[in-house]
């Protein structure tokens, strides 16, 4: 059935006040929606093959290779190059100047003499020198537990233990994965109109993909030219569970605040798609027989996940007997009643905040006829602007109504200004301090929104109502980006987050998770309140795999037999 036919005012969609809460955010799961899922998804539906036409790796493991993939009528390749690293010279931070891995998704196919450049700049990564043709720039280093582990059992004809596969879930981890014009690649304007691409991060997770695949195809390549005689290729099974790592901190973060209409998109798309599928009136045997599989593999993917953050560590336990109790619940039969999937939405309301979005994922997952046309309204190339000739009076009645959360917010108490975000001088990254403990503060970041709100509110009391925003900023220019953030979300109303995010008790970690989870990330392991690890594309079908029903069935995948 079609979407249309779908449609019903019995569910609308959940309120901001309610989504754009950090805490809820920062329970966020992939759904179907997230961009790695929509990208694997398009490369199914064309049966997109991809041949790996460039393979100049020694013995050792070093050299350098080329995977290229049709995708919306263009070919894109990545280029990897693989050298040696000293162990002093290892590290993830993002000042490193030396990693085991780089890349580049090039635009079209590499000719040997764009292999030579890329060659010599590449490796730099910052310090390079690119060019229009390369779209996404990025670099791994090994796994040191795992990377070596595999390509030992490999060369000795043994597969390496499930649960140790599991416990890291990737051979490498990029550091760093850059697109949009940075260092002098490709400007997005280059692709953000091409069939494919035209999604938001689609380039950047194309590349991460095939990167996975490298680092596969590498391991086996070490593991063969050490004991040609004795070497297994790995299990089919364990390759699928081995995504990609990735160590994610507060550079990323900021990215919610200074994208609003892009935020009000993610958001709309994802809070419509839970609104449609709440308004289905009976699930078809089919989805029935699905969802009842997929709760199933949701406690799987749960007791594999396991990290040593403390916090986390509970949220999780908690989360594994809430689902239990929904398992409980949710049997085939009770599915057959009336509007199941929004019965199963309203009875995860009295479990946790993490409980209650893994089931806005899960039922959205058997329902893809239903939501996958709302992928394509997720990217947006608008930006904020002025409405200089909006009357004063708008103005107020616009602040106090969508911006009561704000208004509430008393910034005399200490800890409601304990934070600051501002750029690192050494790291060229946005960092958090302490505004009382530590300098810095008259270089803070404008992610201080809810507080600019305020201030702004004082002055417009004493304005006169009928002042337009034009005269109104003449005299005041500093509440210019204030009124402009106001007026994005008279037609954005998922345009903000509706916390305090200069406050004490700010997690910068909900930020990250939130946008993480439109990635298609799982797995979240996080480090502190500022940093998480990540594992990209477990589960996904590998590259040989593209065109078969595994290419968009492995949403919270797990590992069987652990």
């Known amino acids: 059935m079609t979407a249309a036919a779908h449609r019903d005012d019995r569910a609308a969609p959940r309120p901001p ?107 730099r990564q910052e310090a390079g020198r ?18 070596e582990h595999v390509a030992d059992c490999l060369s000795r004809g043994v597969q390496p233990p499930a ?107 994802r809070e419509t798609a839970l609104a449609r599928v709440r308004a289905v009136p009976h699930a078809s045997p089919e989805a029935r027989d699905k969802a009842e599989e997929l709760i199933a593999r949701v406690r799987r993917h749960l007791d594999q ?7 986390q560590s509970r949220r999780i336990e908690v989360l594994r007997r809430e689902v239990a109790d929904l398992a409980a619940l949710a ?40 939501v996958d046309d709302l992928a394509d309204t997720m990217a947006s190339a608008g930006r904020p602007r002025l409405r200089p000739e909006m009357p004063v009076a708008a103005l107020t009645d616009l602040v106090d109504s969508r911006f009561a959360w704000a208004l509430g917010i008393d910034f005399e108490d200490r800890e409601a200004t304990d934070r600051f975000w501002y750029v690192s001088e050494e790291k060229l990254e946005p960092r958090l301090g302490s505004r009382h403990q530590e300098p810095g503060a008259d270089k803070e970041m404008p992610l201080d929104i809810a507080r600019q709100v305020q201030a702004l509110r004082r002055e417009l009391a004493a304005a006169p109502a009928s002042q337009t925003v034009a005269e109104f900023l003449l005299a005041r220019p500093a509440h210019r980006h204030a009124v402009r953030r106001v007026q994005t979300a008279a037609d954005h109303p998922y345009a903000e987050i509706r916390d305090n995010l200069i406050a004490a008790d700010c997690l910068p970690i909900d930020m990250l998770r939130c946008k993480l989870s439109f990635f298609g990330a799982a797995k979240f392991d996080p480090k502190s309140d500022r940093w998480t690890r990540i594992t990209m594309f477990q589960g996904a079908p590998l590259l040989d795999e593209i065109a078969t029903p595994l290419a968009d069935d492995w949403w919270l995948s797990a590992l069987e037999g652990l």
């Not at 996940?305 to 916090?311: H, I, K």
Request: include cysteine; charge should be neutral.
């Open 331 to 370: 049997t085939r039969d009770w599915l057959a009643g009336p509007f199941p999937w929004d019965r199963l939405v309203a009875a995860s309301m009295r479990h946790s905040l993490e409980c209650q979005e893994l089931v806005v994922s899960l039922v959205l997952e058997p329902n893809g006829a239903l």
């Open 17 to 123: 006040d309610e989504v754009m809460r950090l805490a809820r955010m920062g329970a966020f799961f992939p759904t179907r929606l997230s961009f790695m899922r929509t990208l694997l998804r398009r490369l199914s539906a064309e049966r997109a093959v991809v041949h790996r036409a460039v393979w100049e790796i020694d013995d050792a493991g070093f050299g350098r290779a080329v995977y290229s993939v049709p995708l919306g009528g263009h070919t894109y390749s990545l280029v990897a190059f693989s050298t040696p690293l000293a162990p002093e010279d290892r590290t993830d931070r993002v000042i490193a100047e030396a990693w085991d891995t780089s890349y580049v998704l090039y635009d079209g196919v590499p000719a040997p003499g764009d292999l030579d450049r890329l060659q010599a700049n590449a490796p």
């Open 305 to 311: 996940w396991r990290v040593a953050d403390a916090r």
């Open 163 to 269: 649960d140790v596969i599991n416990a890291t879930g990737y051979l490498m981890r990029t550091t760093a994965v850059y697109g949009n014009g940075k260092f002098g690649i490709a400007d997005r304007a280059r692709i953000e109109t091409r069939p494919g691409l035209s999604g938001p991060f689609a380039a950047e997770m194309l590349a991460v993909w095939l990167v996975r695949g490298f680092t596969i195809d590498l391991v086996e390549h070490i593991a063969r030219s050490r004991a040609p005689d004795s070497f297994v290729p790995l299990d089919r099974a364990l390759k699928r569970h081995l995504g990609i790592g990735n160590a994610t901190g507060l550079g990323m973060a900021p990215f919610l605040v200074s994208h609003p209409i892009l935020l009000d998109r993610w958001m709309t798309a």
């Open 130 to 147: 690119f060019s229009a043709t390369d779209l996404v720039l990025c670099r791994a280093n090994r796994s040191v537990r795992l990377f």
